[in-house]
């Protein structure tokens, strides 16, 4: 998945679809691809082999399409006229029958990647994400759900904004196939940090490899979210400390936790956060750190790690199985 690493907007359209197809996602300048981009793609990526392009021209320009065509890939752009559309677009490019559709404002990218982090972390079987225009869900996107079957769909709203856009589109009788009454999984946290770690205690049982990326940086989120949500949840830190709920979710889950990936250098995220996250998940002092930085892997696997064995894929939890969780149902009529 190639997005632009200048424009935040359609960043949490790539890590679902990226896990769905197997890929990486990759950020480029809009006006062509970039080098270590090149490099990467002919590193990993045979010859004939499909690249996506999230956005539109304006995003991605057509430089960036056909110097990536005269690499021997098979270019395929997807795209609309607003970045719900595009949701959409990307939806279908995933799959014709999702299980699980999350729903995230496209306003804010902090809910909607921890959203595409948990759509990506059932790998060729995960969920997708769809865009709301804050507390309102365009044309576009009603009549996507409005098309799925609801008795095999599951509903998941992360934010407030997007719980009130499914709940004024569904009242509103925008989504006609959907029952007098329906349920929904509702994530909604006091802060960006709060939101990624009940979404985290909600999708993820037993992680064996969580991770961090800022705030602040919403590139090393989106790496964070695309590659480290295959092995475990990602969650939203400050760049200066640990907060407290991170703490928190850390120290619970310290027993199944072989190790912590912490994304982006020291200006995204300060070294005492690490030593504090080392001090979270194992008795204080007794932990390691490896600096994995210029794609040169360290002697461990992991950036802070109390085992040395390799990450196993996820136990994703059902929605509604955490006791009185931000997964418990919530029921709505009309």
Do not use: C
């Amino acid at each position: 998945m190639l997005i632009s690493g200048a424009n935040s907007v359609y960043a949490p359209l790539a890590p679902a679809l990226a896990a769905r197809k197997g890929g990486p996602v990759l950020l480029t300048s809009k006006g062509g691809l970039d080098a270590p981009v090149r490099a990467e793609l002919k590193r990993m990526l045979p010859r004939g082999r499909t690249v996506y392009l999230i956005g539109g021209t304006d995003v991605l320009s057509q430089a960036v399409a056909t110097k990536a065509a005269s690499l021997g890939y098979t270019v395929k752009r997807l795209a609309d006229s607003s970045r719900y559309g595009t949701s959409v677009a990307v939806a279908k490019a995933s799959t014709s029958s999702p299980r699980d559709v999350f729903l995230a404002t496209g306003t804010d990218y902090h809910s909607a990647l921890a959203a595409a982090g948990a759509a990506g972390a059932g790998g060729e079987t995960g969920g997708v994400v769809l865009l709301t225009d804050d507390s309102t869900m365009t044309t576009s996107v009603s009549a996507y759900l409005a098309r799925l079957d609801p008795a095999k769909v599951r509903l998941i709203p992360v934010g407030g904004t997007a719980k009130n856009a499914l709940l004024r589109a569904y009242q509103a009788g925008h989504m006609p196939r959907w029952p007098h009454r329906i349920q929904y999984y509702p994530v909604i946290g006091s802060s960006s940090a709060d939101t990624s770690v009940r979404l985290a205690r909600m999708w993820w049982r037993g992680p064996v490899q969580p991770s961090l990326a800022s705030v602040n940086s919403w590139q090393d989120g989106v790496t964070a979210f695309s590659s480290g949500g295959l092995y475990g949840p990602v969650v939203w830190t400050d760049s200066a400390r640990l907060t407290a709920v991170d703490a928190r979710y850390l120290s619970d889950v310290s027993a199944s936790a072989r190790s912590v990936v912490v994304y982006g250098g020291t200006p995204s995220v300060a070294q005492n956060v690490v030593t504090t996250v080392g001090n979270a998940i194992a008795t204080p002092g007794h932990w390691a750190y490896e600096p994995w930085a210029g794609g040169i892997a360290p002697k461990a696997a992991f950036a802070l790690s109390t085992a040395g064995s390799a990450p196993a894929a996820p136990a994703v939890r059902e929605p509604g199985t955490a006791d009185g969780g931000p997964g418990t149902p919530v029921t709505t009529t009309r």
